[in-house]
Nanobody, 118 residues
Framework: QVQLVESGGGLVQTGGSLTLSCAASGSIDPVGWYRQVPGKERELVAAMVSGGRANYADSVKGRFTIYRDSAENTLYLQMNNLNSEDTAVYYC???????????????WGQGTQVTVSS
């Protein structure tokens, strides 16, 4: 059975920081963070790519850092200098481990609320 457990969300003031974590169990690898606000589509925030590099949404570049503890199979998102536009439910995304990438499936966490107050 696969599972993603997210934590670290909460209420923070503008300019503050939070670190989200996503602990994965089962044959999955956590690879990215997405966020969603009511009435809008879920959007990519940050994702690990090959070679240990990462992609970031333009709106978070320079403020957010994604990193992974492979030994613990846990993904993190360090968020600094938060502003009101970062308020959203943040979701961890994982990929199933398969012999071929074409058979990979997405696994999603339950989401964690981040609220930035002015």
């Amino acid at each position: 059975q696969v599972q993603l457990v997210e934590s670290g969300g909460g209420l923070v003031q503008t300019g503050g920081s939070l670190t989200l974590s996503c602990a994965a169990s089962g044959s999955i690898d956590p690879v990215g963070w997405y966020r969603q606000v009511p009435g809008k589509e879920r959007e990519l925030v940050a994702a690990m790519v090959s070679g240990g590099r990462a992609n970031y949404a333009d709106s978070v570049k320079g403020r957010f850092t994604i990193y992974r503890d492979s030994a613990e199979n846990t993904l993190y998102l360090q968020m600094n200098n938060l502003n009101s536009e970062d308020t959203a439910v943040y979701y961890c995304n994982a990929k199933t481990r398969t012999l071929s990438p074409k058979y990979q499936r997405d696994v999603w966490g339950q989401g964690t609320q981040v609220t930035v107050s002015s």
